[in-house]
């Protein structure tokens, strides 16, 4: 079966815009990820850019079971994964802020393993709207009409979007890893640390107006 028994071409490429521009964007995800591979080394994030792709794909099973649909449609349910969400970013941001010196393998840093991992992805509301979006626009509907092969489309769509979270996270932990070594001079981590904590703290108020 090919994708395009599946989607027409102007669904599919449409697809991968959104997903591209959805998951590359500045975000929770990517912000944690630059910071672990800046602070912790590269082999510390790969833990966080694999949980972030398997976060994404329950979210979107959560929103094909119908789960998507309070939390669009249910203003306390939406407003509190904001806030929680806003709340985490924040203490991971002060957490940053204690960080001054350069070290491989440190628990006491950000200590964002797998499983951590995959659970923010629940409290972070740009997922949630992607995969509501998603819903809307790709599986329930094929341009503009009821689909006729939503389970097909919901399979489909799960695997291009663990695509895209893997891909861009892994590209800002690279980006991370390559200012890594320039970082460790002089007061140049303490800097991108406290900027890297404003962005986070900048993303965790941004999340609130979503």
């Known amino acids: 079966m090919s994708i395009l028994s599946i989607f027409s071409l102007n669904e599919f490429i449409a697809l991968i815009f959104f997903c591209a521009a959805m998951s590359f964007s500045p975000g929770p995800n990517t912000m944690l990820t630059t910071a672990i591979a800046t602070n912790e080394g590269f082999k510390r994030t790969i833990p966080f850019a694999l949980a972030v792709p398997v976060g994404w794909l329950l979210v979107m099973l959560s929103?094909?079971?119908?789960?998507?649909?309070?939390?669009?449609?249910?203003?306390?349910?939406?407003?509190?994964?904001?806030?929680?969400?806003?709340?985490?970013?924040?203490?991971?941001?002060?957490?940053?802020?204690?960080?001054?010196?350069?070290?491989?393998?440190?628990?006491?840093?950000?200590?964002?393993?797998?499983?951590?991992?995959?659970?923010?992805?629940?409290?972070?509301?740009?997922?949630?709207?992607?995969?509501?979006?998603?819903?809307?626009?790709?599986?329930?509907?094929?341009?503009?009409?009821?689909?006729?092969?939503?389970d097909q489309r919901l399979m489909l769509v799960c695997a291009v979007v663990m695509f895209f979270a893997f891909i861009s996270n892994m590209s800002y932990a690279i980006a991370g890893a390559l200012f890594k070594s320039w970082l460790g001079t002089g007061k140049r981590l303490v800097v991108f640390n406290y900027l890297l904590a404003g962005l986070l703290i900048a993303t965790a108020i941004w999340t609130l107006t979503i």
């Open 63 to 150: 929103c094909g079971f119908g789960i998507g649909a309070l939390v669009a449609e249910i203003p306390a349910i939406r407003l509190a994964i904001k806030i929680l969400g806003c709340v985490y970013l924040i203490w991971l941001a002060l957490k940053l802020c204690k960080s001054r010196k350069l070290q491989e393998v440190n628990p006491n840093r950000l200590n964002m393993n797998f499983i951590k991992g995959v659970a923010i992805q629940f409290l972070n509301i740009k997922v949630w709207l992607l995969a509501i979006t998603i819903m809307g626009s790709w599986i329930i509907y094929a341009e503009g009409e009821p689909s006729t092969n939503p």
